[in-house]
């Protein structure tokens, strides 16, 4: 959605409708956008495969311990780990979108010598971005969120349970 320059003096790849619209295309952020059935397979999936991935490495370091239960608490609590980290970029991505989708001003750089410039959204674009900012990123935070509180949590209780073996 380019707006014309006499419209919005904001670059192309500032604008906040087409920051969305790049975060919709990349490769990081589009699984999280898909109907929640697919996005908890894939979430399941790349648990699965982290904990795959993280198997043999857990397993080599405590391997003195023979104790299984050990390995796949660590396996799963460094799985998880990397889950809060990947969860806590798609949280932040999103939310600076939103931000910048719901903000009335637009803080832009036109040519990269850091001289900021200000840009008062219309009245047209600010009600599209902001229909767009809580009608389709806002859902999509939410469920950001509370999966990461989901890792958060699940990484708790297993980091107590590690503690308490």
Not at 53 to 62: A, T
């Amino acid at each position: 959605m380019f707006l014309p320059k006499e419209l919005c003096p904001v670059p192309f790849d500032q604008q906040p409708l087409n920051e969305y619209i790049a975060l919709k295309k990349s490769c990081f952020f589009a699984w999280s956008m898909l109907e929640i059935n697919k996005y908890l397979s894939i979430v399941f999936f790349i648990f699965l495969s982290l904990c795959i991935f993280f198997s043999p490495l857990i397993w080599f370091i405590l391997y003195q311990k023979n104790n299984l239960l050990y390995i796949i608490l660590y396996d799963t609590l460094v799985t998880n780990c990397v889950l809060v980290l990947i969860f806590t970029r798609l949280y932040l991505g999103f939310s600076y979108v939103t931000k910048r989708l719901v903000s009335a001003t637009v803080f832009y750089e036109e040519s990269g010598w850091y001289d900021g410039q200000i840009w008062i959204k219309t009245i047209e674009s600010l009600t599209k971005d902001r229909l767009i900012g809580l009608y389709e990123v806002s859902p999509l935070i939410n469920r950001v969120k509370y999966s990461l509180l989901f890792f958060i949590t699940s990484f708790l209780v297993e980091s107590f349970s590690i503690y308490l073996l």
